[in-house]
């Protein structure tokens, strides 16, 4: 971790889309011979609620030609999960980060398939910084950078510095494309006119805060400014344009748990706050409201309110006490997907329908590991 880090782990799988991919699910939970995704024989990817070694097919990512989905990162129209905490192998408990686990959306009822996935590794895609591979590797935020029709997944890492004068960016982009998010990632390159100060560049915003229908990046600067990046963005990382970080916002940058537009004037708005605040607690922020230049008219109070988790599942093979943290609530507040989790060995990520106690679809992150 880097010093003074305060990242949030973030899933892809949220807002509007979430709905229909998880209403597709629900139709889903039973086969034909009558035994649930939640228990009994795997069938077609779906998995019974595993907290060890699962054994689940792999299935290649199918490709895609592009769509509007958000977190949509091959294309074909289904909105994807994006998983940063992964368990780990017995022999690799102090190791580097397990990496970013994402699994992919598809059009049978289940809405996501376990066995439609793909693990993300700083050694694997991660891009080097003074010739050093990052070691911490997790998912920011998500959107088409670059306008193709595929979303790319904006990845923060740990580079390495002296402590020195200004900080190396640590943020990376890995762009998707017909077969998911291949190769290597780049660097995000921010102008030296978008920076301010010593802080480490952080908290990714993804929102089109000029209105012009492209994606922008906010992200944040020292003594509570907002770098500025309007996009599209090449695929070497750079934004369209840049401008002097914006005042008066910070030091943590959110997106509206709502509609990212709050007042309806055509413009994403931008949430910031004091300190980070767990996902699915009660909060207060203010809002930076968008603009023809983008972020900076003050906006007010803005209310992250919580979320009632459905009671924990049980964590198979677990001897202790699990914990069970919220992955992502779908806007509506009725779509949840939890983990619960015991050390760096045992967990289970559960999609849980509206105002359901039961999750629809279960399974370990340890299918990654295979």
């Given at each position: 971790?880097?010093?003074?880090?305060?990242?949030?782990?973030?899933?892809?799988?949220?807002?509007?889309?979430?709905?229909t991919?998880?209403?597709?699910?629900?139709?889903?939970?039973?086969?034909?011979?009558?035994?649930?995704?939640?228990?009994?024989?795997?069938?077609?990817?779906?998995?019974?609620?595993?907290?060890?070694?699962?054994?689940?097919?792999?299935?290649?990512?199918?490709?895609?030609?592009?769509?509007?989905?958000?977190?949509?990162?091959?294309?074909?129209?289904?909105?994807?999960?994006?998983?940063?905490?992964?368990?780990?192998?017995?022999?690799?408990?102090?190791?580097?980060?397990?990496?970013?686990?994402?699994?992919?959306?598809?059009?049978?009822?289940?809405?996501?398939?376990?066995?439609?996935?793909?693990?993300?590794?700083?050694?694997?895609?991660?891009?080097?910084?003074?010739?050093?591979?990052?070691?911490?590797f997790?998912?920011?935020?998500?959107?088409?950078?670059?306008?193709?029709?595929?979303?790319?997944?904006?990845?923060?890492?740990?580079?390495?510095?002296?402590?020195?004068?200004?900080p190396p960016v640590?943020?990376?982009?890995?762009?998707?494309?017909?077969?998911?998010?291949?190769?290597?990632?780049?660097?995000?390159?921010?102008?030296?006119?978008?920076?301010?100060?010593?802080?480490?560049?952080?908290?990714?915003?993804?929102?089109?805060?000029?209105?012009?229908?492209?994606?922008?990046?906010?992200?944040?600067?020292?003594?509570?400014?907002?770098?500025?990046?309007?996009?599209?963005?090449?695929?070497?990382g750079?934004?369209?344009?840049?401008?002097?970080?914006?005042?008066?916002?910070?030091?943590?940058?959110?997106?509206?748990?709502?509609?990212?537009?709050?007042?309806?004037?055509?413009?994403?708005?931008?949430?910031?706050?004091?300190?980070?605040?767990?996902?699915?607690?009660?909060?207060?922020?203010?809002?930076?409201?968008?603009?023809?230049?983008?972020?900076?008219?003050?906006?007010?109070?803005?209310?992250?309110?919580?979320?009632?988790?459905?009671?924990?599942?049980?964590?198979?093979?677990?001897?202790?006490?699990?914990?069970?943290?919220?992955?992502?609530?779908?806007?509506?507040?009725?779509?949840?997907?939890?983990?619960?989790?015991?050390?760096?060995e045992?967990?289970?990520?559960?999609?849980y329908?509206?105002?359901?106690?039961?999750?629809?679809?279960?399974?370990?992150?340890?299918?990654?590991?295979e």
């Amino acid at each position: 971790m880097r010093p003074g880090d305060t990242r949030v782990p973030t899933a892809a799988l949220t807002g509007a889309a979430l709905c229909t991919a998880l209403a597709l699910l629900l139709t889903g939970c039973s086969g034909s011979d009558g035994e649930s995704a939640g228990g009994g024989k795997a069938k077609n990817g779906d998995t019974a609620p595993l907290a060890g070694r699962a054994s689940v097919p792999k299935r290649p990512v199918p490709r895609g030609d592009g769509s509007e989905v958000p977190a949509d990162f091959n294309g074909d129209g289904h909105r994807d999960l994006v998983l940063n905490d992964l368990v780990k192998a017995p022999d690799a408990i102090q190791g580097d980060d397990a990496g970013i686990g994402i699994v992919y959306g598809s059009d049978s009822p289940r809405g996501v398939d376990p066995a439609v996935r793909q693990t993300l590794t700083p050694a694997a895609n991660g891009a080097a910084t003074d010739g050093v591979l990052p070691a911490a590797f997790d998912a920011a935020a998500s959107c088409d950078l670059d306008g193709d029709g595929f979303s790319d997944l904006i990845v923060s890492t740990d580079p390495p510095y002296d402590g020195l004068g200004r900080p190396p960016v640590p943020l990376q982009l890995l762009f998707g494309g017909p077969d998911g998010i291949t190769g290597k990632a780049v660097v995000l390159k921010i102008p030296a006119k978008a920076r301010y100060g010593d802080d480490w560049p952080d908290h990714p915003v993804c929102g089109d805060f000029d209105g012009d229908g492209k994606p922008d990046l906010a992200v944040s600067a020292s003594a509570g400014q907002v770098s500025y990046l309007r996009g599209p963005f090449s695929r070497a990382g750079a934004p369209r344009a840049a401008t002097a970080p914006v005042p008066g916002a910070g030091p943590v940058l959110y997106a509206p748990t709502g509609k990212a537009d709050t007042n309806g004037d055509g413009y994403d708005d931008l949430v910031y706050a004091t300190r980070t605040h767990d996902p699915g607690k009660a909060a207060k922020g203010k809002l930076l409201l968008g603009g023809p230049r983008g972020p900076g008219q003050p906006g007010g109070t803005y209310t992250f309110g919580p979320v009632d988790l459905p009671p924990a599942p049980k964590l198979p093979g677990a001897a202790g006490k699990p914990t069970t943290d919220l992955v992502e609530a779908a806007r509506s507040a009725d779509f949840i997907v939890t983990r619960t989790h015991l050390g760096e060995e045992k967990d289970l990520i559960a999609l849980y329908p509206p105002k359901k106690d039961t999750p629809a679809l279960s399974f370990s992150t340890s299918i990654f590991l295979e």
